[in-house]
């Protein structure tokens, strides 16, 4: 690959079917980290991935969903990325995706031979959270004993972090064992007061600790990194910086990069300036309906309902998630008096936030009647993660790089 | 000054003739010199003086840590009195109106058709209310939280007797009634202003070391007397209604809330159409109401174990609980049925206190416990709602240091009602304990936004330029009982006003 700095390094984000809402949580990731030339990528940009992006991020979802959605030339096409110098990095079902399978359509996606230490055949009894606990695997389950923060160490050697303890949150990633193709980079270490038990204490120590919790294995120039939990997640800014130095690493294997959470001074919060730049009127109309949409979702966090939508159960707090991620950018954003978009391209994403929000109406009403809302939530959710997609696509744009969506 | 630990910086003006929604800056020098609430309201009020205003204000407490700090307040002229008054706004209404992203709302001019204005996140959108015109007030916030998907978004509104013209009709805060005693409901009716529902998921700043002092003064708060009861029926008792009386309202009692943040729950709910001890989900939308107006309760008394049904009629007709009381008690009404009848028949017929042969303070009824010159003062005076008990709750004139001048009990009274309205502290609130007097109130404001110039002495100096000038816009009009009239009273007027002045 050749050598590009943070501000010129081409990151694709995957945003496709199966990715779930912690996407976003990337796509904040490299806006803190001011890597400019970002773009949201979907199933139909794999063929073009080894020519036009340095960097995949794959953040949680669901894996089997993700395998479907790539088929084969999707994961020909991941290969031909990592060979010519790529760097993969893979959180959750990120991580889950390239792990060696048995089972179509995963097994087309065999890039590495270490195995999960969460696979049982019998399931222990769960204390909380059932629909969290486990996910079938042909006869066999994965299942996650703990969910929120963990504890792990960094090995020695790896740039800053090396040989310290970090809490990062863990949603269903895996815990790995260590195979000859890998090398760890850190290890699960202990449990935090905010880590959740959904079953015995000791079978979580059992099946965590001191398993690999990120790991990486080297194709040719190209890197596969996988981790367990989610580091990108934005409360968690050690395990933030810990995937920055990880691709800085990347890109400059002799130099490691500057800590921003290691040197920073503790002062006054300011609140973070975004560079997007939106035409006025348009701002004010999708707004409202993504306005009108955050009322109406925190409602929704009210009451007790959830969808199973593939392998993945969805809850009205992930709605919530997908419209933070535009209302934040909206409230930064600077009007100017022509903007960035045309006339056309903002009339469609208003019209798009108006459908989406119409199907958010209909789904309150659902569930107020009590009907099944299953099918609706799915359709639900894809029109507000195409949203999501198209008005990043259009923001970043408008922020003066080289990115948009897929 | 850290102006956004306080506010959101935004005024809103909403002209009903053009249609159209505009935003002006709060800036801090607004702030500087009127403080909040009340002060900047008028100020609003008088810079739109031309087109009849009515202004909706949230206190520079408002909706922050500081303790019963959930009031706003409403200014306009009432169409009882001819007088502008400052109506306080309770429940959750000023802080939503805040968390939405306005601090204050002008609305001007009147519409041609029914109109309702929704402000959300830093939004303000005047739609269409033909759907809801002619629904009672429960009707209309049933409707407009389902439309916009969320049982949490407030309203001010009216029901059929603000729309029919009916110079009694009070304002409601959602479901219920508010301490409008000065016929505002009226006056939206007038301009075709059905609600205002408001909903924001907005936040404010935070002071460093201001939630532990406003920790602290709650904690105070708590330790006196008062607050080892709960309810509307325990502050009622200690004004000194007989537990007699209370005990046919008392058998319903269901349970007691607060208002955003209040350390005393002065409200009450009342399950009328089932049990109160129920302990499942109720089988009604709504079986119940909330008490929330002292004196619309004392007013009512009379009407017994039928005191509950007819003021749940009045709250969806969206009448003045005060004035209806007055009117049954004239007509001989004591009977549930008649009186819900009746309440009915009132909200479409438009009809005034004077039109009925009830004697009354500037229009209004007088507060019905206390004749007391202190009470008729402050009811002459007409700027400050006397649905607010007239005297300091959960103790004495002697607890909180003041003599048997009734022009200085007044005008204590005066003094805590402009200083909560400026601040936007709950006017309840403000009587309920002599530990939260202004010079605490004063505390809390200068460290909620770091101001040093915020003392107790230019607070009150604050509130008696509010007092002076709301009244020097009133026009002469309006009578006392004749029973009240007397040369003490007059003369006890004038010695209040010229302390304003002073």
Redesign the interface.
């Known amino acids: 690959m050749e050598q590009r700095d943070s501000d010129n390094l081409r990151v694709g984000v995957y945003v496709g079917e199966g990715a779930s809402h912690s996407w976003t949580w990337f796509v904040d990731l490299m806006e803190k980290y001011s890597y400019s030339r970002l773009r949201l990528i979907e199933e139909d940009d794999f063929p073009c991935l080894a020519p036009e992006q340095d960097v995949l991020l794959v953040s949680g979802g669901d894996t089997f969903a993700v395998a479907r959605a790539l088929e084969p030339p999707g994961a020909r096409a991941l290969e031909d990325f990592l060979q010519k110098g790529g760097l993969y990095i893979g959180s959750c079902a990120g991580a889950y995706l390239p792990l060696n399978s048995s089972k179509a359509p995963l097994s087309t996606f065999n890039f590495v031979k270490c195995r999960i230490n969460n696979l049982t055949r019998d399931l222990p009894p769960v204390h909380q959270m059932p629909l969290k606990f486990s996910t079938q695997y042909g006869c066999d389950y994965i299942y996650h004993p703990v969910r929120e923060d963990v504890r792990v160490r960094m090995e020695e050697g790896f740039p800053i972090w090396g040989g310290r303890e970090v809490s990062v949150p863990l949603y269903g990633g895996p815990p790995m064992n260590l195979s000859e193709d890998i090398v760890s980079r850190a290890v699960y270490t202990g449990f935090t007061e905010r880590t959740r038990f959904l079953t015995e204490k000791e079978i979580a120590e059992t099946v965590y600790l001191g398993k690999v919790a990120a790991c990486e294995k080297f194709f040719g120039k190209g890197r596969m990194v996988l981790l367990g939990p989610h580091f990108e997640h934005p409360w968690f800014p050690e395990g933030n910086d810990i995937i920055h130095q990880w691709i800085e690493w990347h890109v400059h294997p002799e130099r490691p990069a500057v800590s921003r959470e290691m040197n920073k001074k503790p002062g006054k919060k300011k609140r973070r300036v975004c560079k997007g730049v939106l035409a006025p009127q348009f701002q ?1 109309d999708f ?2 309906e993504i ?2 949409m ?3 979702a ?2 929704m966090t009210r009451q007790s309902v959830h969808w199973q939508i593939g392998a993945k159960v969805y809850e009205p707090e992930k709605i919530l998630h997908f419209l933070d991620a535009i209302w934040k950018r909206l409230e930064g954003a600077r009007p100017t008096s022509s903007g960035m978009l045309s006339s056309g391209l903002q009339e469609v994403l208003v019209e798009q936030a108006a459908e989406c929000n119409g199907l ?2 209909l789904l ?1 009403s659902k569930i107020d009647s009590r009907e099944d809302s299953e099918e609706l939530a799915g359709e639900m959710f894809a029109s507000l993660r195409s949203l999501v997609v198209g008005f990043l696509g259009v923001y970043f744009s408008s922020a003066g790089g080289d990115v948009g969506a897929g | 000054m850290d102006l956004e630990n306080a506010y959101m910086g935004r005024i809103l003006v909403a002209d009903l003739n053009e249609g159209t929604c505009e935003e002006e800056e709060l800036t801090e020098e607004m702030v500087n010199e009127h403080i909040g609430g009340a002060a900047i309201n008028l100020a609003l009020y008088k810079q739109h003086a031309d087109r009849n205003p009515i202004v909706f204000g949230t206190g520079l407490l408002t909706g922050t840590f500081a303790p019963s700090s959930c009031a706003g307040v409403m200014t306009g002229k009432s169409p009882v009195s001819g007088r502008v008054c400052h109506v306080p706004l309770s429940w959750q209404t000023a802080v939503e109106i805040k968390y939405s992203g306005y601090d204050f709302v002008v609305v001007l001019g009147e519409s041609e058709k029914p109109v309702r204005l929704w402000l ?4 303000a ?1 005047l739609a269409d209310a033909e759907e809801v015109w002619g629904q009672d007030v429960w009707q209309t916030t049933d409707k407009l939280r389902y439309e ?6 407030q309203l001010i509104g009216i029901g059929p007797a603000g729309e029919k013209g009916c110079r009694v009709a009070q304002i409601s805060e959602g479901a219920w009634g508010s301490r409008d005693v000065f016929g505002m409901g009226f006056t939206l009716g007038a301009r075709k202003l059905k609600a205002i529902a408001m ?1 924001g ?1 907005g936040s404010l700043e935070v002071a460093d070391g201001f939630l532990d002092e406003c920790l602290e003064v709650q904690q105070g708060l708590r330790k006196g007397a008062i607050f080892e009861k709960q309810g509307l029926l325990a502050l009622l008792e200690d004004l000194g209604v007989s537990a007699a009386d209370l005990e046919p309202i008392q058998q319903k009692v269901h349970r007691h809330s607060a208002a955003f943040n209040c350390a005393y729950a002065a409200n009450t709910y009342l399950m009328i159409d089932e049990p109160p001890g129920l302990l499942e989900e109720s089988k009604q939308d709504e079986p119940g109401l909330l008490l929330n107006d002292p004196a619309g309760v004392i007013s009512l008394l009379f009407l017994k174990e039928g005191l509950p049904v007819v003021l749940r009629e009045i709250n969806r007709q969206g009448l003045d609980p005060v004035a209806c009381g007055a009117l049954l008690a004239k007509e001989g009404v004591s009977e549930a049925e008649e009186a819900v009848k009746r309440v009915k028949a009132l909200a479409g017929e438009g009809v005034g206190l004077e039109d009925a042969g009830v004697e009354n303070v500037y229009g209004l009824a007088p507060w019905p416990l206390s004749e007391a010159l202190e009470a008729r003062l402050i009811q002459a005076v007409s700027i400050f709602s006397h649905a607010v008990p007239l005297s300091p709750l959960g103790g004495g004139w002697a607890d909180v240091s003041v003599g048997e001048d009734p022009a200085e009990r007044a005008q204590w009274w005066l003094d805590r009602m402009a200083v909560s309205s400026i601040l936007g502290i709950c006017p309840i609130a403000a009587l309920l304990s002599p530990e939260f007097g202004i010079e605490k109130m004063a505390e809390l404001g200068a460290k909620a936004v770091d101001w040093d110039g915020l003392t107790e002495e230019a607070l009150l100096k604050q509130a008696r330029k509010l007092l002076a000038e709301t009244h020097a816009l009133g026009e002469a009009g309006g009578t006392v009982p004749s029973s009240w009239a007397s040369a003490d009273l007059d003369g006890a007027l004038e010695k209040l006003r010229q302390g304003w002045e002073g």
């Open positions: 004010k707004k409202r306005s009108n955050r009322i109406r925190h409602a958010l109406k309150a | 959300h996140d830093e939004l959108e916009h998907g969320d049982d949490y978004v909903r998921l």
